[in-house]
T-cell receptor
């Protein structure tokens, strides 16, 4: 089944404790992206990647890191989480070029709480 | 950056009735794509319908259809014969077909419309 697998679905952590949210897709998509969703704000892009070893910032990159060492994986790293990073996070992937019109395939989301 | 506006934070509809969700966007581009996503309580993001800007014909997917007004930059979603399972948050999204740099490939989302369906 074509899908984006995101883990964990729920995570509660303490301020300052490094964490990683994993994301993997099996569709050979070039483009991958991370979004955070907050009430009343919709979805905002954190980072994106056009292909292996090519990543760049979105609208809200502060406090986050990403890497793209393999085409299928795009982990989101919070080096020192803070309470304002409490949010719902989505990983998404897409074909590029002629595939732009197909939109994104989303992971199931990660509900992160930082206390 | 492109702006997508959903002016209705909440909407409600009676089961079997029709409801229309509004979306407007701001762009100077001629080549782009528009999408409606549904997010039920399970929080999964589900693609409902999509529209290419160069196509004049409005997209339709079963009970879901759009009214795409390119000149007015409007992209509303009509849900016919509403069902209880249609209750969800609905997001309108825009994607450039000719973006550069950080805009290339990015989906810009509105803030969402929460749809309630009454039995």
């Amino acid at each position: 089944e074509a899908q984006v697998t995101q883990n964990p679905r729920y995570l509660i952590t303490v301020t300052g404790k490094k964490l990683t949210v994993t994301c993997s897709q099996n569709m050979n998509h070039e483009y991958m992206s991370w979004y955070r969703q907050d009430p009343g704000l919709g979805l905002r892009q954190i980072y994106y990647s056009m292909n292996v070893e090519v990543t760049d910032k979105g609208d809200v990159p502060e406090g986050y890191k990403v890497s793209r060492k393999e085409k299928r994986n795009f982990p989101l790293i919070l080096e020192s989480p803070s309470p304002n990073q409490t949010s719902l996070y989505f990983c998404a992937s897409s074909l590029s070029g002629q595939g732009w019109n197909y939109g994104y395939t989303f992971g199931s989301g990660t509900r992160l709480t930082v206390v | 950056a492109q702006t997508v506006t959903q002016s209705q934070p909440e909407m409600s509809v009676q089961e079997a009735e029709t409801v229309t969700l509004s979306c407007t966007y701001d762009t100077s581009e001629s080549d782009y794509y528009l999408f409606w996503y549904k997010q039920p309580p399970s929080r999964q993001m589900i693609l409902v319908i999509r529209q290419e800007a160069y196509k004049q014909q409005n997209a339709t997917e079963n009970r879901f259809s759009v009214n795409f007004q390119k000149a007015a930059k409007s992209f509303s979603l009509k849900i016919s014969d509403s069902q209880l399972g249609d209750a969800a948050m609905y997001f309108c999204a825009y994607r450039s077909g000719q973006g550069r740099g950080s805009t290339l490939g990015r989906l810009y989302f509105g803030r969402g419309t929460q749809l309630t369906v009454w039995p």
